[in-house]
């Protein structure tokens, strides 16, 4: 749908235009809702937008670094989100994959899987 299309050029525009804050991760999350709502495989899309509803739910607030090397990532893993979007708006696979492993690595969790929430042991 075009009008999808110029929706996600708009929100990769609006978060090159962002600093880190919990706004900001909320627009991620509704540019990410209007990529699952595209997806071709009902499958696919409906445990992607559970997904998001988890996240959104859950995640009540977040506090992002304002200076320093942090504060650099952080502004790293919003333009690389703003290209992933533009990346699937040109409908350029490879592009939004490199986009994808940007905001992995510049990730606190990516960088340091410790981050993570802890998991219970499902032998135990």
């Not at 996600?8 to 600093?19: G, I, K, N, Q, T």
């Not at 506090?63 to 952080?74: H, K, M, S, T, Y």
């Not at 992933?84 to 592009?95: F, K, T, Y």
């Not at 939004?96 to 410790?114: F, K, L, M, Q, W």
């Amino acid at each position: 749908d075009p009008e999808q299309v110029e929706e996600l050029r708009r929100y990769a525009e609006l978060l090159d235009a962002s600093e880190g804050s919990f706004e900001t991760q909320r627009n991620i999350w509704k540019a990410y809702r209007l990529m699952a709502e595209m997806c071709d495989s009902i499958t696919l899309r409906t445990i992607y937008l559970d997904l998001l509803d988890a996240a959104e739910a859950l995640i009540l607030d977040i506090d992002f670094p304002e200076e320093g090397q942090e504060a650099q990532r952080e502004k790293t893993r919003i333009t690389a989100h703003a290209n992933l979007l533009r990346a699937v708006a040109d409908g350029d696979v490879e592009l939004a994959r490199e986009c994808g492993e940007i905001v992995r690595i510049v990730s606190p969790y990516g960088r340091d899987p410790g981050l993570s929430p802890a998991r219970p042991d499902p032998l135990t």
